[in-house]
């Protein structure tokens, strides 16, 4: 068989361990954790799922090693707890089952102990350590690690390691990077120690060292290590890629393996996890660097899913292994793919942080665009119904064509009615933006699987009871979709006024000083738009901050760029009157306030077509009503409801 992608397809061997392919999956937090630190049932078949993908390595994160200076609520290991061996090992079984060698990957938060606690409060009652004293942005105190608890800390590494080998696992990757504990000590800007492990280079790798080394003691010969580490640290005060090659070449002879990520937890999340603001690959200079330094294999990671590029990646020799973290939630099948020469059929992440975003604040996962994801065991594959039946799905959006997709999978007989000319619904819009175009080629990557299902579409076609009861469908599930609220204040003759779908799928034009009224997200992400074109740009919103709607980890990002991008924002400011020079709003004092523009664009939501709900409800035996049209959410949502309405059918 002659491979798409040769380089990615290709064996390697490391120690004594062969990967079958190039392709890994990155260490992510796992689901269900016990409260003694233990992998629930959830977590095996989050890992399990990478596994049946195809992918080479799956690495488990992260194991604390060193709980009485760790406070974080991530894995432990311990004989101590009974049944916590046996979780393991059924964990790494389940990996091993599928062709994939299990990883775990070992970690000490050092002075960000606490970082996924739910209670952040709880966090204020731990004590911090890291290699000298400091204060954390935060207010917490961080204490200088003794050099009794250097030696226990190494040791307890070791004896991670051993237990992770006994339970089974095939490798064991030492976190070295983003901030934590010994990417502490190899940082200038947090190591200020003035002993043997602080000060100069050789000084600072000396932790990092005897880590390794104490746990290739413990592992012995021929068992593969992997180092996580930050390439630079890409702050002020940090250590840049020079010295990032520095390191790497001082602890390459006690690893398999050299896994090059980049920035630091506390100075650049949206760099350690590129967001959208950034390009795909954006990191992989680093490996590329490291690697003319080392001779052993090196990984690059960074925002990529795309398996064009990681085959270039491979091919121009930057870097000899590619892993993917959140592309492989949103695609587990990536690897599987890609050996099979299917790469046009890959469903790229979007890097809404949907997933890192429910982490936080729940402490599970979840994806976007892929329902199964941390939800592994109940009940939720796609599976063959017992009885086909003709479905009728309306609307050819993100919702109309996951449950079209979903129940053709099934085997039901499906007809898919949308009543534009092309398929995609609100995705559509996205194309305008180039930060979402991953969100717009969703949208395409979905109407190319229901082709290859056998969804008949018919574009072009509104469908009423009429069509409904012509179709004769056993089943319906309705995704008509919502459409934009209109402005409710009154508008001087002349002014110009667009909608988003105005803007983006019309193309109309603008002038140079744009009001955008709605700082949701959808207002933030076009008054960004605009402000990239050249506009001058205003930013109205009538609440006391901008997209509030966003998920807890792109809004951050989402702001700074707002704020980078110099657009005037004007909070708790309700619209009165739009002009042809701009618009009136009422700030919170009561006082008015001409904001001025010759344009205005309205984003001030959506509102289900309820009326197009109504008048199906009665078309099929089983009607259900999915995204939008049930209420305006988001893609997640909407994916969700439809993928389990073709459940149901």
Known sequence: M?????????????????????????????TDITAEGSPGPRTQGFYELRAKGGAAVVTVSELVVHPETDGSQMLRLSLKTPGQLAAFSFLADAIKRHGSVPSIELSHSGQYAGTYMVDKKGKQGLCQYGPSDAVRPD???????????????????????????????????????????????????????????????ENRVRFAREVLAA??????????????????????????????????????????????????????????????????????YLAKQIKKHVDVPVATIGGLSDPR?????????????VVMGRALLADPDIPNKVMANRGQDVVACLRCFVCMAERAVTQTRRCAINPRIGREFEGMDVVPAAKPKDVLVVGGGIAGMTAAATAAERGHRVVLCEKESELGGILRTEQALPFKRDMYELGRSYARRCEQLGV??????????????????????????????????????GARVLSIDDLYLDGAETGDEVVVIGGGLTGSECALLMSQQGKKVHLVEMRDGLAV???????????????????????????KEVRRDGVVVTLADGSEQLVRGDTVVCAIGQRSRSAAVDAL?????????VGDARRPANICTAVYEAYHAALDV
């Not at 190494?154 to 095939?170: D, H, I, M, S, T």
């Open 617 to 625: 409800r009665d078309c099929a035996p089983f009607v259900r009503v």
């Open 139 to 201: 207010g917490l105190p961080v204490k200088a690690l003794s050099h009794e608890q250097i030696a226990d800390i190494v040791a307890a590494y070791a004896q991670a390691a051993a237990l992770a080998k006994r339970a089974g696992f095939e490798m064991v990757m030492v976190h070295a990077g983003h901030g934590w504990l010994v990417n502490q000590f190899l940082s200038p800007y947090f190591n200020k120690r003035d002993d043997e492990y602080g000060g100069p280079l």
């Open 215 to 284: 746990v290739r003691e413990a592992v012995g010969p021929g068992f593969p290590i992997e180092l996580r580490m930050s390439g630079a640290e890409l702050f002020d005060g940090g250590y840049d890629v020079d010295e990032g090659c520095r390191i790497a070449n001082a602890l390459e002879g006690l690893v398999d393996i050299i896994h090059v990520s980049a920035g630091s937890y506390q100075f650049g999340f949206s760099v350690t996890h590129p967001s959208m603001f950034r390009e795909h690959g954006c990191n992989v």
């Open 549 to 575: 709607d966003a998920n807890v980890r792109h809004r951050p990002i989402l702001l700074a760029e707002v704020e980078k991008a110099g657009i005037d924002v004007v909070l708790n400011a309700r619209g």
């Open 2 to 30: 002659k491979r798409d992608y040769p380089h990615l397809c290709e064996p390697l061997t490391v120690g004594r361990v062969t990967l079958r392919n190039r392709m890994c999956s990155a260490p992510l937090g796992a």
């Open 456 to 493: 008949e579409v018919r574009l072009n076609t509104p469908v009423d009871a009429a069509l409904a009861d012509e179709i004769g469908a056993e089943a319906a599930i309705v995704c008509v979709g919502s459409e934009p609220l209109a402005l409710p204040m009154p508008c001087e003759d």
């Open 309 to 321: 590029q990681m085959e270039d990646i491979l091919a121009s020799g930057k870097a000899d292994l």
